[in-house]
């Protein structure tokens, strides 16, 4: 495996979090590094070591350093994660919690309201 596909890996995985997760950055250590509690651990664990083998492989001295069988499995695992991320469903899921969480604050203050109201007489 060359330098060149290392770095096709690393862009390929920066371009799904760019593109599932709306994230923003040079480069797929950055997006890394914006990514986080977004990716579980494995995730990240295995887009860090990518980034770093694409780091290292820049380097024609130190890509005899890199394990080819850790970065693929670097790649497929965050592959594997990322492309079944629906960016569409995931928006509807936050918008879905950020009404909800709207409709439970008012529902409690009109709650209180009511037992003020009793509490003081009016009902």
């Known amino acids: 495996m060359s330098a060149l596909t290392i770095q ?3 862009d390929r995985v920066a ?3 760019k593109e599932r997760l709306g ?19 494995k995730v990240r664990d295995a887009g860090k ?5 694409a780091q290292k492989a820049q380097n024609p ?5 890199i394990d080819m069988g850790e970065v693929t499995e670097a790649y497929d695992v965050c592959l594997k994660h990322l492309i079944a991320i629906d960016p569409v469903d ?9 009404i909800g969480s ?3 604050g008012v529902l409690v203050l009109m709650i209180a309201i009511a037992v003020l109201l009793a509490w003081r007489g009016y009902f």
């Open 49 to 53: 070591q990518l980034a770093v083998s």
């Open 8 to 10: 096709q890996m690393a």
């Open 15 to 17: 371009q799904l979090l």
């Open 61 to 65: 001295k130190l890509l005899g350093q």
């Open 90 to 98: 995931r928006k509807r899921g936050l918008l879905a919690g950020m």
């Open 23 to 41: 994230l923003g950055g040079k480069g797929l250590a950055a997006k890394m590094k914006r990514a986080g509690r977004l990716l579980p651990r």
């Open 102 to 104: 709207v409709a439970f």
